[in-house]
Structure formats: structure tokens, C-alpha cells
């Protein structure tokens, strides 16, 4: 945890909508070999794709089980909307971590399935 004006400071770029009572969380760069994508909801992966590899687009409809069980269990962790996305990494260590949350209705979809993802809309 750092000041905005550390922050700033030491990496080096503006940053917009952040004020000095902001919490931001740094961490170590790390290399991502890959990165999925999954559309989760309370206890449960709707639908998930993969976006990234070796540093560059790359899009699939499949997915590593190791990446879906981490999406899973952020589902099942924290639940900041009803349907939300989970971006999950796996490093050049073999690691899986979680990149970000972000909403589900400003994510891309690479190649997730749509369908899923409306069907379960409708029946919430």
C-alpha cells in the first residue's frame, strides 16, 4: 500500500479518478506465459476463453482446468456484483494468479460463450 503521490512518483504516470484516500495494491512484476478469461457469478464459472500467450493475443474457446478452479474459487470468494469477469494468469513459474475483476458488461468476450452468458442472465 503507497500514497498517490509515491505512486506518481514512482511509477511514473498520471493516474486518473484517484485520490489521496485510494488503497492501491503493487505487485512485483512477474511474466505471464498465458491468460483466460471467465464470465463468473456467485459459486459458479458461466463460461471462460483463452486471450493471451506468451505476450500476445491468442484467443480459444478452451480453457486450463487449473485457471477454471482459481475463477471458481473467486466466485466463491468475493462477489462484487451478480456477474462479473475474472481474469486468471498462469506465470512462467506455473503459478495461476488472478489479474483482475472487472464488470461483465465492459469486458470483451474473446471467444466465450455468448449464449451461456445470456442464457444465464435471463434466468437471474
Known amino acids: 500500500v503507497t500514497t498517490l503521490s509515491d505512486l506518481k512518483h514512482d511509477i511514473g504516470f498520471s493516474l486518473c479518478n484517484i485520490d489521496d484516500n485510494t488503497k492501491v495494491v503493487i505487485a512485483p512484476y512477474e511474466g505471464i506465459e498465458r491468460e483466460w478469461r471467465f464470465f463468473v457469478s456467485k459459486n459458479k464459472v458461466i463460461t471462460g476463453s483463452q486471450y493471451h500467450l506468451y505476450g500476445k493475443l491468442f484467443e480459444s474457446n478452451n480453457y486450463d482446468e487449473s485457471a477454471y478452479d482459481l475463477a471458481l474459487e473467486v466466485s466463491n470468494l468475493y462477489n462484487p456484483d451478480e456477474v462479473f469477469t475474472v481474469d486468471i494468469c498462469k506465470t512462467y513459474s506455473g503459478e495461476y494468479k488472478v489479474v483482475e475483476l472487472n ?22
Open 103 to 124: 464488470s461483465f458488461s465492459c469486458s470483451g468476450l474473446y471467444l466465450c460463450n455468448p449464449y451461456k452468458i445470456v442464457d444465464f442472465i435471463e434466468n437471474i
